[in-house]
C-alpha cells in the first residue's frame, strides 16, 4: 500500500488549507485511514481518523476546525483545516491501518504564522 500525501504550505492564522491522500488500493480495503502530526520535539499524533465504515474521530484541539473526509471514487482521504492556529504547526502524515500492517505516506509541512 503506497500514500501519497499533498497540499500542506505556508498560512497565516484563521486560514485554510487542504490536504489529500491517495492510497494506491481501494480506501475500504482499509481498516482506519488518518492524518497525524509531528511538531519539533513533539511526538506524532493522531489529528483526525476515518474507519472503513465511516465513523470520523478527532484530536480535542482541532475539533470544530478541521474535517477528514473521503472519495472512494479516487481513494483518496482529505483533511480539510480552517481557522488555522500556530498551533497546528507541523509535518502532517497521513497513515493507514489493514489488520495488523500500518502504512505512511511522506509528511506534508504545515506552517501557520500569527
Known amino acids: 500500500v503506497q500514500l501519497q500525501a499533498s497540499g500542506g504550505g505556508l498560512v497565516q492564522a484563521g486560514g485554510s488549507l487542504r490536504l489529500s491522500c491517495a492510497a494506491s488500493?481501494?480506501?475500504?480495503?482499509?481498516?482506519?485511514m488518518g492524518w497525524y502530526r509531528e511538531a519539533p520535539g513533539k511526538k506524532r499524533e493522531m489529528v483526525a481518523a476515518?474507519?472503513?465504515?465511516?465513523?470520523?474521530n478527532y484530536e480535542d484541539s482541532v475539533k470544530g476546525r478541521f474535517t477528514i473526509s473521503r472519495d472512494s471514487a479516487k481513494n483518496t482521504v482529505y483533511l480539510q483545516m480552517n481557522t488555522l492556529e500556530p498551533e497546528d504547526t507541523a509535518v502532517y502524515y497521513c497513515?493507514?491501518?489493514?489488520?495488523?500492517?500500518?502504512?505512511w505516506g511522506q509528511g506534508t509541512q504545515v506552517t501557520v504564522s500569527s
Open positions: 497513515g493507514a491501518r489493514r489488520v495488523t500492517e500500518v502504512y
Open positions: 488500493v481501494s480506501i475500504f480495503t482499509l481498516d482506519v
Open positions: 476515518i474507519i472503513s465504515g465511516g465513523n470520523t
